[in-house]
């Protein structure tokens, strides 16, 4: 039996959902990606950014012509300014989205190899490299939370992707995404006692999409699926009050109706 998911990412199956693709101008993503653009992704908290790029890698993967990965490189956050943590973080991040989402162990191991290298500076930039050179399809990397990283840890994932942009596709993913509450522009990174801003450490950013709250429509869509699937009826009468509590924000449009049913 579905449920209003509460807690972390929407899982098809397992929650009433809407379609996280269709959440997406998916049209100007697609050409994005085509034309080999790096560009950002961000909303508050609790959007559904997650659900949408975890949704996005299997639609692209299951297109077959490029190899989509999502990770996750929150854990970097603990790092706090430590480079050699932060990268290190990054590059075990990426060797376990490897394994998991793609099953591939060789590029996990070519992931965690580079640990026992020196330079933590270019771990991440040369690991993208080496999948990419060896990639049957060009890459496309979604990594989220990027903004949970601070100070010279963001400001050296960002470099090294720069400094691997223009060797995109053959040796660097064809796109990558950056995903988190604010965009690049916004991120003040203070290092050394200077504060430089997100905007002129990745300069090579195309666009910054905004992934928006639920519509009207979109919220009675999906309490209604709660009606479908089990037959207890929501009256419409109280749609404008739910509406007027949520605003569409998508985690509380799920928690209240979870509260309600
Ligand atoms: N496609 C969807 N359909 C219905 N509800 C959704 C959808 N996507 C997200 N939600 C709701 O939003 C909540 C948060 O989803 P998700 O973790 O993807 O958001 P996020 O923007 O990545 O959050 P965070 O910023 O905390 O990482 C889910 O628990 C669910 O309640
Ligand atoms: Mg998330």
């Not at 999502?70 to 991040?93: D, K, P, S």
């Not at 998991?100 to 270019?122: I, K, M, N, S």
Request: with cysteine; hydrophobic share 45%; proline share 4%.
């Amino acid at each position: 039996m579905k449920t209003f998911n509460t807690a972390g990412p929407s899982i098809p199956g397992d929650h009433y959902m809407l379609d996280p693709l269709a959440r997406i101008d998916l049209t100007e993503i697609e050409a994005l990606i085509d034309a080999k653009r790096y560009f950002v992704l961000h909303a508050p908290r609790q959007t559904g950014k997650t659900t949408a790029l975890l949704a996005l890698m299997h639609h692209l993967n299951a297109q077959g012509r490029y190899r989509a990965l999502y990770c996750n490189i929150e854990a970097a956050q603990a790092a706090r300014g430590n480079v050699h943590e932060g990268m290190a973080a990054i590059v075990n991040a990426l060797a376990s989205a490897a394994s998991v989402y793609w099953r591939d162990e060789a590029a996990a191991q070519v992931a965690r190899a580079r640990l026992h290298e020196a330079g933590a500076t270019d771990w991440v930039r040369a690991t993208l490299e080496a999948w990419s050179r060896h990639s049957p399809r060009p890459i496309v990397l979604f990594l989220d939370e990027v903004d949970a990283l601070v100070g010279d840890t963001l400001i050296s994932l960002l470099r090294q992707i720069r400094a691997g942009y223009a060797q995109r596709p053959e040796a660097f993913p064809q796109t990558v995404v950056l995903s988190g509450v604010r965009d690049v522009r916004d991120y003040r990174i203070h290092s050394g006692g200077e504060i430089i801003t997100g905007g002129s450490a990745f300069n090579i950013k195309a666009v910054s999409l905004r992934l928006s709250n639920f519509s009207r429509a979109e919220c009675e869509a999906l309490w209604q699926q709660h009606e479908a699937e089990t037959g207890q009826r929501f009256d419409a009468a109280i749609y404008p009050e739910l509406w007027a509590d949520t605003e569409g924000q998508p985690w509380l449009v799920n928690a209240l109706g979870h509260e309600l049913t």
